[in-house]
Every structure is written in C-alpha cells, then in structure tokens.
C-alpha cells in the first residue's frame, strides 16, 4: 500500500525543497525518524556544549549561558579586558565569537557622538587592512566597539586546535583594546605609532572620501 504525502525540508530556518511523492509504508516510517531526529537538533553542525568542552580542555574560563544561547568570558589586562561572546547561529552552522571593550569598572565601552569617533573609525579600517583574522566593528547605534569571527561550519565541526587559535587571538587583542582606549582619551595613536598613525592619516582620508560619497 503506497500514501501520497508532501514533505517539506528544513534547515537552518530555510526551507531547502518541498516535493510529492509515492512512498511506501516503510520509506514513511525512516522519513518519521528522520524528521524526529531532526526536531531534535541531531543534524546541527556543532552545538554551544561541544564548543564549551573543548574550552574545558583548552582551560579557557567560560560560561555557559543555555538559557541564552551563549557562551560569556573575559579576557586581557585590568587596563585592557574584553567581553567575549560565543554563539552558534543558523542552527549550529555558523560559529561566531565577538568581543567587545570594556571599561575599568567592568562597563561596554560606547563611542556614541564620541569626539574622536573619526579618528577611532579610521583605527579600526587600519586594523581590518593590516589582519586577515577577525573584523574590528563600530555600531553607530549604541556606539559598541568590537572585534568579530565568523566561521561557517556548514556540516563540519571546529577542532581544538583551530579553538585555540581563535581564543589566543582575542586574548592579544588586549594591545588594539589599549590603542582604541588612548584614542577616545587622547585623540592619538600612544607614543611609537608614527608608522600607524600614518596609515591612520591615509585611511581617514579615504574615509572621508566614501562618507561625502554616501557611503
């Protein structure tokens, strides 16, 4: 006996296909497994817990926020510390870690209508120009600073070697969180950053340039 039904797959909130088709009883019943094993979440790429025990064994201080979807820890000097933020997006398919400037009493650091915010934004172009790891980022909505990683997973998993490179990168961005804090202060590179602060000069021309554009 053969039932016609329509099936629709999804993933990552994206519906991939939807078809008819003739299915016998027994196909019906591994397209039910299937399908409950997808409500489960066993088809995600790699969950919030998994990225949390490879932290355990890398003995990075996190934690684990399940009610949130997130993983939160801290990282670089008493001058200099940035909140970290892990989440795994599009079901497991997108690994995302972002850190964001803190303050001397624990606060996000915002540059909202900040005197300096040209100058700061010019910084952070020469930084993402210099690296092709993480993307510094200015939210002219809340005036946020932060440094981001993306890494699409799609079917793969992270191993903890590339773990523990993407965490030793944030732990060093302690150095850009003390140039972006001399900046808001002082309006200037700290002393030593002649090289940079020429690229700086370039780069906010070029800024300048793309904002009378519209950019």
């Known amino acids: 006996v053969k039932s016609e039904i329509i099936v629709f797959v999804t993933f990552c909130k994206k519906t991939a296909f939807c078809y008819k088709k003739k299915y016998s009883r027994h196909n019906m019943s591994l397209i039910k497994v299937i399908l409950k094993h997808q409500k489960k979440g066993l088809y995600m790429a790699m969950t919030l817990q998994e990225i949390a025990s490879i932290f355990e ?26 909140a970290y933020f892990v989440r795994a997006r599009e079901d497991g398919e997108l690994f995302e870690m972002s850190g ?45 600073i932060s440094i981001n990683i993306e890494i699409p997973l799609e079917d793969n998993q992270l191993t903890k070697a590339q773990l523990k490179r993407i965490t030793g990168y944030m732990i060093s961005c302690g150095t850009e969180a003390g140039e972006i804090k001399h900046i808001l202060e002082h309006g200037k590179l700290p002393l030593g950053g002649d090289e940079a602060a020429k690229k700086i000069a370039e780069l906010e021309a070029m800024l300048a340039q793309l904002q009378g554009n519209g950019i």
């Open 57 to 82: 064994e890398l003995e990075f201080g996190h934690h684990l926020k399940e009610e949130d979807s997130v993983i939160i820890s801290a990282g670089g000097s008493a001058e200099n510390r940035l």
């Open 100 to 144: 964001r400037l803190l303050d001397e009493e624990t606060n996000v650091i915002s540059a909202k209508n900040h005197k300096y915010v040209n100058i700061l934004m010019a910084y952070l172009l020469q930084r993402n120009n210099d690296t092709k790891f993480g993307t510094w980022e200015f939210d002219s909505s809340d005036g946020t």
